[in-house]
T-cell receptor, first 111, second 115 residues
Framework: GDSVTQMEGPVTLSEEAFLTINCTYT??????LFWYVQYPGEGLQLLLK?????DKGSNKGFEATYRKETTSFHLEKGSVQVSDSAVYFC??????????FGRGTSLIVHP | GAGVSQSPRYKVAKRGQDVALRCDPI?????LFWYQQALGQGPEFLTY????????KSGLPSDRFFAERPEGSVSTLKIQRTQQEDSAVYLC?????????????FGPGTRLTVT
């Protein structure tokens, strides 16, 4: 079945540091890929998505590129802020209405 | 309100008690999803409604779990005879179109603790 593997957290960075959160997936066919963010006490919010190979999703300074050859969708941001502290979930949708989520990676950004 | 709301936000139940968790989706959203999120895990699909019809309940872990959406808006997830393994955050999400999980809007969740 479909699966998503994310790097273990927490990831702890200083403000303005470069962020990478790794995500790889296993799926049949050509899934759509997503990153969600969950701020403390809130629900998951869609951060960005990519629906086909080589697409780059971007939002709020975050970006991720759909790499079919490496089955990856790594999340990056050039300069993180304290307000980016949250849990980030990588997810895929293989064409049904049932998405598959990774376990989440906690990001802590210090001033 | 503009978003998906859930109540209660926190629920503590003694083992064996029944609980009811409520979800108010965004007005006009056709699709409604329930997920279970165990500690340190990602959300796992429980069930899906299209309007008032429960089209998929394949993720419900046992027959103690029951969900309804009688008028195609508010939904209730009921858990009978709660067990410790039911402790988790229960998330509700809605989307505008039928069968659309690409643009889901999530509620803040209900944290259920079974003691």
């Amino acid at each position: 079945g479909d699966s998503v593997t994310q790097m273990e957290g927490p990831v702890t960075l200083s403000e303005e540091a470069f962020l990478t959160i790794n995500c790889t997936y296993t799926a049949t066919g050509y899934p759509s890929l997503f990153w969600y963010v969950q701020y403390p006490g809130e629900g998951l919010q869609l951060l960005l998505k990519a629906t086909k190979a080589d697409d780059k999703g971007s939002n709020k300074g975050f970006e991720a590129t759909y790499r079919k050859e490496t089955t990856s969708f790594h999340l990056e941001k050039g300069s993180v802020q304290v307000s980016d502290s949250a849990v980030y979930f990588c997810a895929l949708n293989g064409g049904s209405y049932i998405p598959t989520f990774g376990r989440g990676t906690s990001l802590i950004v210090h001033p | 309100g503009a978003g998906v709301s859930q109540s209660p936000r926190y629920k503590v139940a003694k083992r064996g008690q029944d609980v009811a968790l409520r979800c108010d989706p965004i007005s006009g959203h056709v699709s409604l999803f329930w997920y279970q999120q165990a500690l340190g895990q990602g959300p796992e699909f429980l069930t899906y409604f299209q309007n008032e019809a429960q089209l998929d309940k394949s993720g419900l872990p046992s027959d103690r779990f029951f969900a309804e959406r009688p008028e195609g808006s508010v939904s209730t997830l009921k858990i009978q005879r709660t067990q410790q393994e039911d402790s988790a955050v229960y998330l509700c999400a809605s989307s505008l179109r039928a069968g659309d999980s690409y643009e889901q809007y999530f509620g803040p969740g209900t944290r259920l603790t079974v003691t």
